[in-house]
């Protein structure tokens, strides 16, 4: 009687896994899917999961808008600027943080804390009417210090953790040896700490590829990104499914094949060391 | 001694200022001056017309003009729905799905990473699929209801299929984070507490109840503070699904916020909603918080 519990118990398992695993990846394979089926199989019902495929979708969000390119660039080059930045800024302030006491480190710490919990949709409208001020609305400019605000916490706690976990023996041992703390920092700890920094980055890459809502307030015309982009796919009169599946895909898979690279440090990323382990 | 710019530099008490200058120049420029402008900001009164000029101080007429405002107290009501429904079921099947992954079977690191992917994907994007799926004439729920002879749903239509959609959608995005922070905290829990109740005869009811809940209490925290302050700011999800309708019910708090300032350009009046936004949730984070610490000094 026991084992058949157990037989019924293990298969249940497997059953409620490949339920969950279903569930939640059925969206995403759905969207890649459906990105590669004409237009008017789009309307289909019941929707045709044999069809013929096709890269229309494809050629008209590339080629058909004339601001597909810019918008794939500013995406990039905005994402890349603000994760090196945030990346330098960041390690530089956790390593502080992480092997030195000084006056003011607490409250730093509690401050870098604090705004980790502020951002948001809450913000947009200060940070909208600020930027307004100094000119800097529609700039990339303005959009790299925006997303670099929001970044250097994440950036400092994350490189605070890792910077505990390396051990003093080999800073200390340049120091002794002539080197100054700079040194020690730059050359020694640093390098040492790629494997967080990189995981770091790429959540900092991750988060200012998919920024929507900022991007659509402050960015311009001249500085439109990929998901302004994808959404202007969307009016009050329609929707334009081909090209939003299209390019929604191109938003998604680079980013899945970066994360899959991070996974292992991506909880302790988002708990912030918060769980022990 | 020569005393010099480099010298200063160098001299152990001053390095952790000089690494941290840049960060703190930047944190407080880029992020202190909005807060205090969106305070000034909040307090005025600055309507389209007189865009030019400089916005007018008027005090708290903002604030006072929210306890009125029927749309915004509709708007708090479904907010607060959402995130009492929706967080309660992420956090359950979070943990039903972390005990299955917290077992050995083959296959088991490969699973893991595919729960990582949903995180990855833009709230925008996820909001986009939902819409294409809840389509009333070609989405593929409706579809999948009429194979089992259900009939349709009219699920971005009809209230309260609207409300039960975004919640359905929030589920999805947020239950694979809960998930994999509940498994690192059931893997931080050290296997001889397990053998030693099993020792003494506990079944797999009991340990789940004495052991691992218990043990559990500080990720669960956790995961409850994230996905609570995440469901109260969201925006995404009313924007790509339903633009906040139909009829306006279900434009969550930070869609209004947005809607006041960039619709009607009303931006003071939108700061104010802002704030409240960032009060409620200091709030809900201190209370969390105290709930935390309490935990960890036991």
Known sequence: MKAILRQFFFVAK??????????????????????????????????????????????RAIFGSPTFFPSLMHSFVLAVTVTLFSVLVGSAAGYALARFRFKGAKTLGVLILLSRLVPGAVMVIPYFALLRTLGLTGSMLGLTMTYTSFALGFCSWMMYGFFLELPRELEEAALIDGASYYGAFWRIAFPLAIPGITATGILVFI??????????????????????????????????????????????????????????????????????? | MKISLSYFMNRRSFVPYVLTSPLVLLLFFITLVPVLYSIFLSLSYWPLEKLREAPKFIGFDNYFRMLH???LISSLKFTFIFTMTSVPIEIIIGLLVALILNTNFPGRKLVRSIFVLPLAVSMLVTGLIWRYIFNYDYGLLNFLLGVFHVAPVPWLIQSPWPQISLILAEVWIQMPFCALVLLAGLQSIPEELYESAKLEGAGGAKILRFITLPLLKPPILVVSLITVTNAIRSFELAYSITGGGPMQSTETFSFLAYQVGFRYFDLPYAASISWFILAINLLVSLIFMKKMYVVEER
């Open chain 1, 14 to 59: 497997y059953l409620i896994l490949f339920a969950f695993i279903l569930f939640s990846l059925f969206p995403i394979a759905w969207l890649v899917v459906t990105s590669f089926k004409p237009e008017s199989d789009f309307f289909s019902f019941p929707p045709s999961f044999i069809f013929h495929p096709t890269l229309e979708n494809y050629r």
């Open chain 1, 207 to 277: 988060s200012s590829w998919n920024e929507f809502l900022y991007a659509l307030i402050i960015g311009g015309a001249k500085t439109r990104t990929l998901p302004v982009e994808l959404a202007s796919n969307i009016t009050d009169r329609s929707v334009n499914w081909g090209n939003l599946f299209a390019i929604a895909t191109i938003m998604v898979v680079p980013i899945f094949i970066l994360t899959i690279s991070v996974q292992r440090n991506l909880v302790r990323g988002l708990t912030a060391g918060a769980v022990k382990g």
């Open chain 2, 69 to 71: 405002d029927q749309r």
